[in-house]
Structures are given as structure tokens and as C-alpha cells.
């Protein structure tokens, strides 16, 4: 069975600060995993994949994700947040045929100035 | 050019209608899904359709009918709507040729419809 833990609903930083968010997955499979962003009232927009390539991921806007088997997670930083940063991000597990996603009920991310 | 594009943004209706939504991709995807975004932003999915079949058909109520007439196309039709189907219900697309597990395939969503049912 395939799983995805938020370990954290809200995170708040300084902007200019690092930004952390935490991901563990649970998998029968070689998991493909996913970071996606979503804007108030807007879309899902890919941020990063793991797809058992590189363990560390770079993505767009200066985010990057580690992938530790051994810990099972997955989690996203940023060395620097920025206002625009705000926003809600979903952890995605991907495995078996179809490529099922299984979603992680979020992190929403506030910005401070 | 939108790649996942849903119609419409918003749709409010009252208790017991019927309503569509429609959802088109242009990306030459052969397998497209539903998923469905509740008040507290946790999404699920509803169907997914490889070449205009149907390969995931998660829990849903018999009210929830999709509808691919092609690759392109998958709409989703509700009957009877009841308070609970209030939610923003994302369509995306993705290509896994034949249905083999390829880790390297992402799903592309859309932007989202927001169903409010009064």
C-alpha cells in the first residue's frame, strides 16, 4: 500500500529564512515522489520529482527535495523564502500501474515580511 | 496555450441538480483522472481513463458518472448533488503508454472547478 505523511499542516517563516517541509512516504513499490505548489484559487503546478535518478532533486523557484530511503521521507527546503513562496504544498507518492498518485493532506506555508 | 483546461472555474447550484464538467488536454496524453479537493485541501482520486477506459473507480457515489468520448476528453457528470459534493475537483492528465508503471510520467492538473452546492 502506498501512503503519504505531512508531518507538519502549517509552517511559518521570516522571508529570507530556510524553509523546511517535512514528507515521509510509505510504499510497496520503487516509488516515484513529487512536490506540487498550489496558489490560492489556483491549480496544481510540479515544483520537483524524484524518479529514482538522483537522490537529490532540484526544482524551479530555488527548491530542492532529498530522497532518504532509509528514513522513508522526502522532505522539501529552500534556502531562502520568499513572499511568493506562500502557498499550499502537497506531497505526492506515485507507484503501480497507472501511476496511481496518492496526495498528502498539505502544508501550508506562510511567509512573514 | 493551456495544456489541462477544465470548464467552468465556478459553478454554484442548488440541492438536487444535475451538472457537468468538462475537462480537455492538449498535451496528447492517453490516460486523464478526476480527483476531488474537500474543504480542508486534502485531494482524492475519483476515476481515471487509459484510451477511454476506465482503470481507477474509487469509492464514489453512483451519482458521479465520467464520460471520455475520446483521449482528449474526460467529463464528469453529476446527478442529484447534495450539500456534500461541495469541493474543487481538479482534472489532470498524464501518459503511461499501455499502463506499465513508468516513475518518470507526471500529471499535469488543471485549474481547478469549484462546485458550491446551496
Known amino acids: 500500500a502506498q501512503s503519504v505523511t505531512q508531518l507538519d499542516s502549517h509552517v511559518s517563516v521570516s522571508e529570507g529564512t530556510p524553509v523546511l517541509l517535512r514528507c515521509n512516504y510509505s510504499s510497496s513499490y520503487s516509488p516515484s515522489l513529487f512536490w506540487y505548489v498550489q496558489h490560492p484559487n489556483k491549480g496544481l503546478q510540479l515544483l520537483l520529482k524524484y524518479t529514482s535518478a538522483a537522490t537529490l532533486v532540484k526544482g524551479i523557484n530555488g527548491f530542492e527535495a532529498e530522497f532518504k530511503k532509509s528514513e522513508t521521507s522526502f522532505h522539501l527546503t529552500k534556502p531562502s523564502a520568499h513572499m511568493s513562496d506562500a502557498a499550499e504544498y502537497f506531497c505526492v507518492v506515485s507507484a503501480g500501474n497507472f501511476n496511481k498518485f496518492y496526495f498528502g493532506s498539505g502544508t501550508k506555508l506562510n511567509v512573514k515580511p | 496555450d493551456t495544456a489541462v483546461s477544465q470548464t467552468p472555474k465556478y459553478l454554484v447550484t442548488q440541492m438536487g441538480n444535475d451538472k457537468s464538467i468538462k475537462c480537455e488536454q492538449n498535451l496528447g496524453h492517453d490516460t486523464m483522472y478526476w480527483y476531488k479537493q474537500d474543504s480542508k485541501k486534502f485531494l482524492k482520486i475519483m476515476f481515471s481513463y487509459n484510451n477511454k477506459e476506465l482503470i481507477i473507480n474509487e469509492t464514489v457515489p453512483n451519482r458521479f458518472s465520467p464520460k471520455s468520448p475520446d483521449k482528449a476528453h474526460l467529463n464528469l457528470h453529476i446527478n442529484s448533488l447534495e450539500l456534500g459534493d461541495s469541493a474543487v475537483y481538479f482534472c489532470?492528465?498524464?501518459?503511461?503508454?499501455?499502463?506499465?508503471?513508468?516513475?518518470?510520467?507526471?500529471?499535469?492538473f488543471g485549474a481547478g472547478t469549484r462546485l458550491s452546492v446551496l
Open positions: 489532470a492528465s498524464s501518459q503511461v503508454d499501455g499502463g506499465a508503471y513508468l516513475p518518470k510520467n507526471i500529471q499535469y
